[in-house]
């Protein structure tokens, strides 16, 4: 995963007054949906009402110099490069926002750690995480903090008083908080050192696999042993994780992001947690949950009758178009708008989910050569805007009843609501794993190499299977309420992910 995370670069800007960001997507969605009301009763927010609410999501990172606090922040937002400044005693470098041209739906700010007897340091980071706790705008306070220490290979001290005054600060707050070990693998290589000195004739695999048990051993017990320190100093408990930018840690990283998430979601009363997993780039999962929970709101938001900009019935086409902007937000690819919002990936779409609506007794797989020549079409210089629908042949019957058909609890509006969510998230899906063998790619995303997405998703038979369920549940005069409907489409995503629990 770590190829994913490859470039990174964060521009700079002073926290007062407020950043303004180049034309950005978090603007554009907050024009487009400035006017949209949520419906207080059903909290059927969507992924762009967070996004409108909040903005970015606004990290802390605390810890000592050289601990690895940029490179964290560079694997898990998957950006170049986090151009951190010099501290300048005396100024308050914890108070400026950095945030990057290449994710811009976080907003970074970072303490140096508290050494004994810096007081001033310890002081200017409690009265920031005091005031932006009580700020009133959702997006102007704090909504995670990771408190940064290298993983400990021999005895001492792990906390610094500061430190555990922090955490308590914190918890008195209510803001999330985390514990980060990070640069792991150095333990794991002292401890894989150590066994080969003892039997110079072990095979590398075996002591890796040694050393990483011992690692986790010793770092559970510097971390039971924080935990009595914490009890009697009337410290909550605060969780932990361990982390390493180094390739095979990536289940460490994923964790992390977990983690944070369910934090956020238990202490946080709003929709922080979207905002996280929009902002992260190093859990699938993550993505994966928020596109179910809030993705494709805007369906059942219509289905109440409280869809925002409703006047009377939303048509399908309409919707499926909100829940495409809705997941393709989420998953806050870089050029995402631009490639996966375009007219021309709708219909790569479309065409894939057509079979479902289509009265043939069984599923037919979409044609790869069909694929290739849109594609070969939409990226050549002398393309037309839209490139001929015919190719993929959508019919025009198809297309029509798309964009005449009214939202309805109707077996076959139903069908192809699933199916689209579904096929969209899979295809997605099948994009990341993809990006990560390819290092070049680094959250970017193009045509040709989408092309070789969907073209993977088209191999496996997941697809397949999923049409015929489609075709199988929504039969005439059948269809699901709400929850079932969620639940189905949860059930088909899961599947095919586990969240990986680290060691
Ligand atoms: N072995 C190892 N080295 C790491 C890891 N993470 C970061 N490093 C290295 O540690 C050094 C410091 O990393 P940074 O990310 O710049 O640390 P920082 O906490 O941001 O440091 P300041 O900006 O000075 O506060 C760099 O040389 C990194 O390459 C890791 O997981 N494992
Ligand atoms: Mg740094």
Same mark, same amino acid.
């Given at each position: 995963?770590?190829?994913?995370?490859?470039?990174?670069?964060?521009?700079?800007?002073?926290?007062?007054?407020?950043?303004?960001?180049?034309?950005?997507?978090?603007?554009?969605?907050?024009?487009?949906?400035?006017?949209?009301?949520?419906?207080?009763?059903?909290?059927?927010?969507?992924?762009?009402?967070?996004?409108?609410?909040?903005?970015?999501?606004?990290?802390?990172?605390?810890?000592?110099?050289?601990?690895?606090?940029?490179?964290?922040?560079?694997?898990?937002?998957?950006?170049?490069?986090?151009?951190?400044?010099?501290?300048?005693?005396?100024?308050?470098?914890?108070?400026?926002?950095?945030?990057?041209?290449?994710?811009?739906?976080?907003?970074?700010?970072?303490?140096?750690?508290?050494?004994?007897?810096?007081?001033?340091?310890?002081?200017?980071?409690?009265?920031?995480?005091?005031?932006?706790?009580?700020?009133?705008?959702?997006?102007?306070?704090?909504?995670?903090?990771?408190?940064?220490?290298?993983?400990?290979?021999?005895?001492?001290?792990?906390?610094?008083?500061?430190?555990?005054?922090?955490?308590?600060?914190?918890?008195?707050?209510?803001?999330?908080?985390?514990?980060?070990?990070?640069?792991?693998?150095?333990?794991?290589?002292?401890?894989?050192?150590?066994?080969?000195?003892?039997?110079?004739?072990?095979?590398?695999?075996?002591?890796?696999?040694?050393?990483?048990?011992?690692?986790?051993?010793?770092?559970?017990?510097?971390?039971?042993?924080? =935990?009595?320190? $914490?009890?009697? !100093?009337?410290?909550?408990?605060? +969780?932990?994780?361990?982390? /390493?930018?180094? *390739?095979?840690? %990536?289940?460490?990283?994923?964790?992390?992001?977990?983690?944070?998430?369910?934090?956020?979601?238990?202490?946080?009363?709003?929709?922080?947690?979207?905002?996280?997993?929009?902002?992260?780039?190093?859990?699938?999962?993550?993505?994966?949950?928020?596109?179910?929970?809030?993705?494709?709101?805007?369906?059942?938001?219509?289905?109440?009758?409280?869809?925002?900009?409703?006047?009377?019935?939303?048509?399908?086409?309409?919707?499926?178009?909100?829940?495409?902007?809705?997941?393709?937000?989420?998953?806050?690819?870089?050029?995402?708008?631009?490639?996966?919002?375009?007219?021309?990936? =709708?219909?790569? $779409?479309?065409? !894939?989910?057509?079979?479902?609506? +289509?009265?043939?007794?069984? /599923?037919?797989? *979409?044609?790869? %050569?069909?694929?290739?020549?849109?594609?070969?079409?939409?990226?050549?210089?002398?393309?037309?805007?839209?490139?001929?629908?015919?190719?993929?042949?959508?019919?025009?019957?198809?297309?029509?009843?798309?964009?005449?058909?009214?939202?309805?609890?109707?077996?076959?509006?139903?069908?192809?609501?699933?199916?689209?969510?579904?096929?969209?998230?899979?295809?997605?899906?099948?994009?990341?794993?993809?990006?990560?063998?390819?290092?070049?790619?680094?959250?970017?995303?193009?045509?040709?190499?989408?092309?070789?997405?969907?073209?993977?998703?088209?191999?496996?038979?997941?697809?397949? =299977?999923?049409?015929?369920?489609?075709?199988?549940?929504?039969?005439?005069?059948?269809?699901?309420?709400?929850?079932?409907?969620?639940?189905?489409?949860?059930?088909?995503?899961?599947?095919?992910?586990?969240?990986?629990?680290?060691?």
């Amino acid at each position: 995963m770590k190829a994913f995370f490859k470039k990174l670069s964060l521009s700079r800007s002073q926290a007062s007054p407020p950043p303004t960001p180049k034309a950005s997507s978090v603007q554009e969605v907050a024009s487009h949906d400035a006017q949209l009301p949520l419906h207080p009763d059903l909290k059927l927010t969507t992924v762009r009402d967070s996004v409108k609410n909040i903005e970015r999501f606004r990290i802390l990172c605390v810890g000592c110099s050289g601990v690895g606090k940029s490179s964290l922040i560079n694997l898990v937002f998957g950006v170049h490069k986090a151009r951190v400044s010099k501290y300048i005693p005396g100024e308050s470098d914890i108070e400026q926002e950095y945030i990057s041209d290449q994710n811009e739906y976080f907003v970074l700010h970072d303490s140096k750690g508290f050494e004994p007897g810096d007081t001033s340091t310890f002081n200017v980071a409690c009265n920031f995480v005091s005031r932006r706790s009580e700020m009133k705008e959702l997006k102007d306070r704090l909504h995670a903090i990771w408190l940064c220490t290298e993983t400990p290979a021999s005895g001492g001290r792990i906390f610094e008083r500061g430190d555990e005054k922090l955490l308590q600060l914190a918890h008195e707050k209510g803001i999330p908080t985390v514990i980060v070990f990070t640069r792991y693998d150095k333990l794991v290589e002292i401890k894989k050192a150590e066994l080969l000195e003892l039997d110079d004739k072990l095979a590398p695999e075996l002591a890796m696999q040694s050393a990483t048990k011992q690692a986790s051993e010793v770092l559970n017990e510097f971390v039971q042993s924080a =935990r009595r320190t $914490m009890k009697n !100093l009337n410290i909550p408990r605060v +969780e932990h994780a361990k982390v /390493s930018i180094y *390739p095979g840690y %990536d289940a460490d990283a994923a964790y992390l992001v977990e983690l944070t998430r369910d934090i956020v979601q238990k202490e946080l009363q709003n929709d922080e947690w979207v905002m996280w997993s929009v902002a992260q780039r190093a859990s699938l999962p993550v993505k994966i949950d928020a596109c179910v929970d809030k993705g494709i709101n805007y369906y059942h938001l219509s289905m109440a009758g409280a869809a925002p900009g409703s006047v009377g019935k939303i048509l399908l086409r309409e919707c499926l178009s909100r829940v495409h902007q809705d997941i393709v937000t989420c998953w806050n690819f870089e050029n995402g708008e631009k490639v996966l919002n375009s007219e021309e990936f =709708r219909q790569l $779409m479309l065409y !894939l989910v057509k079979d479902v609506h +289509e009265k043939s007794p069984s /599923s037919t797989p *979409p044609d790869i %050569d069909k694929i290739a020549n849109f594609v070969t079409l939409v990226t050549a210089a002398s393309a037309p805007i839209a490139p001929p629908v015919a190719i993929l042949g959508l019919s025009f019957f198809f297309l029509k009843w798309l964009s005449d058909t009214v939202l309805d609890n109707l077996p076959s509006v139903e069908r192809i609501i699933m199916a689209y969510t579904v096929d969209l998230i899979l295809v997605l899906k099948s994009y990341f794993d993809f990006m990560l063998r390819k290092p070049g790619l680094a959250g970017k995303i193009d045509w040709i190499d989408l092309k070789e997405a969907f073209e993977a998703y088209e191999r496996t038979d997941e697809r397949q =299977r999923n049409h015929e369920f489609y075709r199988s549940t929504f039969e005439e005069n059948k269809s699901l309420d709400r929850d079932a409907f969620r639940a189905k489409i949860r059930e088909l995503l899961t599947e095919d992910y586990s969240i990986i629990e680290p060691e």
